[in-house]
């Protein structure tokens, strides 16, 4: 009896989680569509402020799909192991089967999607980190070979004026 109470209180409260995370991204997805509204109709202002917002909006970004991710893993655990007692003796077991067969490969899926998506944005990162890592290494040897060659010169020039 305990135990149910338990789970019957953690239900609520992830329900109230759930809940609060529903208005949050409503939340979100209107701000989007508002800065996509303003950005539209200023396309030719200066953008200097919004530089920093890229990298805000990624990490977040990153945090929204592995919560979506979490999710997706969590009803997909839910479902296969604490299918609830009513459920399955209502419905037909091949029936049941079948459909848990399609929903657990969606899931699976879907899953596979995601971390796709996560790998191929954490690639493109380390790409673009490797390109600047790159610039930067370029821009080193051009200032060292300009440091030799004003050096050499130096030495040169020093040694002509002692002859």
């Known amino acids: 009896m305990k135990e149910l109470e338990q789970q ?3 239900l ?9 995370a529903r208005d949050w991204y409503h939340q979100e997805i209107h701000g989007v569509h508002q800065r996509l509204r303003h950005s539209s109709k200023s396309l030719g202002d200066n953008d200097t402020a919004s530089k920093s917002v890229p ?20 009803i997909s655990c ?6 609830p007692h009513h459920r399955t003796e209502q419905l037909d077991a091949q029936h049941l089967s079948r459909g848990k067969d399609r929903r657990f490969q969606q899931q699976t899926v879907d899953a596979l999607k995601q971390q796709n998506y996560l790998l191929t944005k954490e690639v493109s990162k380390k790409s673009q980190w490797i390109m600047q ?5 370029a821009v080193l ?3 060292l070979l300009d440091a030799q060659f004003q050096s050499h010169a130096q030495s040169s020039w020093n040694n002509s004026i002692f002859v």
């Open 8 to 10: 019957r209180d953690a």
């Open 12 to 20: 609520w409260h992830g329900l109230e989680m759930v809940e609060r």
């Open 55 to 74: 990298n805000r909006a990624s990490l977040l970004q990153d945090k929204i799909q592995h919560i979506n991710y979490c999710l997706c893993d969590f």
């Open 78 to 83: 839910a479902e296969r192991i604490l299918l």
């Open 133 to 137: 890592l790159e610039q930067e290494k």
């Open 141 to 143: 040897i051009k200032q």
